[in-house]
């Protein structure tokens, strides 16, 4: 590889390029998913059979060294290796490096990251999936027991053709950051998108500002490069030339960054876009996928409750007797109450194969206790296990019977075991949401 001509060659001074050697490494190691969580996905899923979510999980890697959430703490772990990289690079006998190459690569690698780091959530937005239509339970809750996080969620997932429209955005300008001519283009659009978002978390106590504010620094980094040019041309109306520095490849690299190209845009816009619409419609990730009791999907009102043989009376304050319960289409049951719920706060995007780990139902939301549950329908038992984490080992094992299509009777015992005794009626409810919201509705 060589370089062309430069008529006019930029002129580094020392404070430059230290500050360049700083963010070169600050960039880097952000770029680089050096990440507590790193081994257990790139490990964790079989390469020949991967899913939208593996390839999701990677796109969604950056530098963490605390497990958990994202943390402005690994940040700063970052950028103190960055402070002391640049200091004994500035020592070493590379320090007069070519600083136009190493700016030009840096902005290359950022180019990528930011691109796949966009388009990841751009096709899960695209086939709404990060953001689904509202369960029957969640339709079924006061709009007091959800957190604002889970409002806004639901608020989007009612639009799926909004949120397709968001995720098109996306796409759009991970697309212009593969290609150098258009990626400042791309990084104005993500600025735009990406800040919003950065404060729609702010404002609903989102889990995603981290997150966002790392997608925000690539593209600030990005368009930094068109910056003053832009501001010159548009601003001050001054003649601007472009900046006209750009490596020749030549041989096998020519023909190796052609490939590597091919290979990064096939694998997570081609072959990621078609899991992600296979998924759309045959495994979304935020709900179960395990099939729930034939024919029971709806809400049920308790027309009977009774607890060790003793009847419990209907009151708005019973922490016991259950209020109503909804059987999801998949393997969960819900349970209304007035028993306390310790509210699973986990609020930043998360995709998971197995169904016990599918928890977006109940997250950010109070009011109702929620149960997967298996059924052994040759001694119609089903065996329920509440989902929460702040409730783990709760188990009730209920025998259950149909008299008609409309009731189910449930006796076994709850979590205390206590013997319980509940009959359900099904409520034949009518969703505004579902039926119309732009012509007269006859409920």
């Given at each position: 590889?060589?370089?062309?001509?430069i008529?006019?060659?930029p002129?580094?001074?020392?404070?430059?390029?230290?500050i360049?050697?700083?963010f070169f490494l600050?960039?880097?190691?952000?770029?680089?998913?050096?990440?507590?969580?790193?081994f257990?996905?790139?490990?964790?899923f079989?390469?020949?059979?991967?899913?939208?979510g593996?390839?999701f999980?990677l796109t969604?890697?950056?530098?963490k060294?605390?497990p958990?959430?994202?943390?402005?703490?690994?940040?700063?772990?970052?950028?103190?290796?960055?402070?002391?990289?640049?200091?004994?690079?500035g020592?070493s006998?590379?320090k007069?490096i070519?600083?136009?190459?190493f700016?030009?690569?840096?902005?290359?690698?950022?180019r990528?990251?930011l691109?796949?780091?966009?388009?990841?959530y751009?096709?899960i937005?695209?086939?709404p999936?990060q953001?689904?239509?509202p369960s029957?339970?969640?339709?079924?809750?006061?709009y007091?027991?959800?957190?604002?996080?889970?409002?806004?969620?639901?608020?989007?997932?009612?639009v799926?053709?909004?949120?397709?429209?968001?995720?098109?955005?996306?796409?759009?300008a991970?697309?212009l950051?593969?290609?150098?001519?258009?990626a400042?283009?791309?990084?104005v659009?993500i600025l735009?998108?990406?800040?919003n978002?950065?404060?729609?978390?702010?404002?609903y106590?989102?889990?995603?500002f981290v997150y966002?504010?790392y997608l925000?620094?690539?593209a600030?980094?990005?368009?930094w490069?068109?910056?003053?040019?832009?501001?010159n041309l548009?601003s001050?109306e001054?003649p601007t030339?472009?900046n006209?520095?750009?490596?020749q490849?030549v041989?096998?690299?020519k023909s190796?960054?052609l490939?590597l190209k091919?290979?990064?845009?096939?694998?997570?816009v081609?072959l990621?876009?078609?899991?992600?619409?296979?998924?759309?419609?045959?495994n979304p990730y935020?709900?179960p996928r395990?099939?729930?009791?034939?024919?029971?999907a709806?809400i049920y009102n308790?027309?009977e409750?009774?607890?060790?043989?003793?009847?419990?009376?209907?009151?708005a304050a019973?922490?016991i007797?259950?209020?109503?319960?909804?059987f999801?289409?998949?393997a969960?049951?819900s349970v209304?109450s007035?028993?306390?719920?310790i509210v699973?706060?986990?609020?930043?995007e998360?995709?998971?194969?197995?169904d016990k780990?599918r928890d977006y139902?109940?997250?950010?939301?109070?009011?109702?206790?929620y149960?997967s549950?298996?059924?052994?329908?040759?001694?119609?038992?089903l065996l329920?296990?509440?989902?929460?984490?702040h409730?783990k080992g709760?188990q009730?094992r209920?025998?259950y019977?149909?008299p008609d299509?409309?009731?189910?009777?449930?006796s076994g015992t709850?979590?205390?075991?206590?013997?319980?005794?509940v009959?359900?009626?099904k409520?034949?409810?009518?969703y505004p949401?579902?039926?119309?919201r732009r012509k007269?509705l006859?409920?």
């Open positions: 590889m060589s370089n062309t001509n008529p006019s060659p002129v580094w001074t020392a404070r430059e390029k230290l360049f050697r700083f600050f960039f880097i190691l952000q770029a680089i998913p050096l990440s507590v969580d790193f257990k996905i790139v490990f964790g079989n390469w020949f059979h991967i899913s939208y593996d390839i999980n969604r890697l950056s530098a060294f605390l958990g959430a994202d943390s402005f703490i690994n940040w700063i772990i970052v950028a103190i290796i960055a402070i002391i990289g640049a200091v004994a690079w020592k006998k590379y007069d070519d600083y136009n190459q700016y030009y690569w840096l902005r290359v690698v950022v990528y990251r691109a796949i780091g966009i388009i990841g751009g096709f937005k695209f086939f999936l953001a689904p239509f029957i339970s969640n339709l079924n809750t006061s007091g027991d959800f957190t604002d996080w889970k409002i806004f969620s639901m608020s989007l997932g009612i799926p053709s909004y949120e397709a429209f968001l995720g098109a955005i996306e796409i759009l991970g697309l950051l593969f290609f150098r001519k258009t400042t283009i791309g990084a659009i735009v998108f990406t800040g978002v950065f404060i729609s978390n702010l404002a106590e989102g889990g995603e966002a504010t925000i620094t690539f600030l980094f990005v368009l490069f068109d910056a003053q040019r832009i501001y548009v001050l001054q030339a472009p006209s520095f750009k490596p490849f041989g096998k690299t190796l960054r490939a091919t290979l990064v845009i096939f694998f997570f081609f990621y876009g078609f899991k992600t619409y296979s998924g759309f419609h045959h935020q709900f395990t099939k729930g009791l034939a024919k029971a709806g308790v027309s409750f009774k607890i060790n043989g003793r009847v419990l009376p209907y009151a019973d922490s007797r259950w209020k109503d319960v909804v999801e289409k998949w969960t049951i209304r007035d028993r306390k719920v699973d706060s986990a609020n930043y998360q995709v998971f194969k197995n780990d139902e109940l997250t950010g939301t109070a009011g109702r206790h149960y549950y298996t059924v052994d329908s040759a001694n119609h038992v329920l296990d509440n989902k929460n984490p409730y709760e009730l209920l025998n019977s149909r299509s409309a009731t189910i009777i449930l709850n979590q205390h075991r206590d013997s319980i005794y009959i359900l009626n409520i034949d409810k009518k949401l579902k039926l119309s007269a006859k409920l």
